[in-house]
């Protein structure tokens, strides 16, 4: 069943600056202390239920981080494990904390789903990662979140997770390292075999937004890249820029 929730509580979720914390300074050594108290299995429950369906805490755990560096603060914060069955009836465990905007843990646990099943799937990759390309502004991961497309109702609905859904609604994309470890294997053989991978990753993920990556020779800097946007590869411009090239084209053609 399709996610929906109001778009004043897609933006209560996304929006730091609307999220209550009490920040007490606290005559300490090394400065002041930040008390984060909001508790986000009692502000967002009504939104777990729709994206986790039955779910439940099964640890609470009041945290201390006391900072080493004196232009940081030291916090008390609250980490919840929360426990949920997808639709292969396995137990997943979401974490939360309420030390950052409850987004910054929904990308990630995301990310985390995305990265698992991925790996399952493809065999000889060096490294994946599950990128919100909202970051293309340059600014602070978690100040740019609240930017997710309102349209992105069913993003978070973990128990229904499969490798496709990051990409129906949103400008999230992978990126894909391969690297093949063996010396016997010629550079043309290595190419044609990371070919091969990238040719099985578009017949199972056609949506997919993907940089993907083979590093022939570190010693020698010799590494090949192809571009995806919705399953189509793509050309970027090279050089140093090619980065925000494909970020920009991305960001382009998901706002169509």
Known sequence: MEVRYEVEFVKKVFIWSRILF??????????????????YTKDYGTFLDEV???WKVVSTKKEHYTS??????????????????????SEKILQLKNDEPIAYYLVQHLGELFESE?????T????????DNNVVKEERY?????????????????RDFTLKKPFETSN??????FNFNDKNLSKDEQIEMWLEKEKKILEIIPNIHMISSLEVDASKGEIYKNFYIAGEKVEVDGGGQYMYDYRSKLQSSVSK
């Open 52 to 54: 986790l369906g039955d």
């Open 118 to 122: 991925f790996k399952k799937e493809f």
């Open 172 to 177: 999230f994309y992978v990126f894909v390292d």
């Open 68 to 89: 080493k560096n004196e232009n940081e603060l030291s916090k008390d914060y609250v980490t919840w494990d929360i426990a949920y069955i997808d639709k292969n009836g």
């Open 22 to 39: 009490i920040t007490s300074c606290i005559l300490v050594i090394g400065g002041c202390s930040t008390e984060y108290t909001e508790d």
């Open 142 to 158: 978690y100040d740019v979140l609240e930017e997710l497309p309102v349209n992105a109702n069913n993003l978070f609905a973990y």
């Open 124 to 131: 000889e990759i060096e490294q994946v990662s599950l990128i």
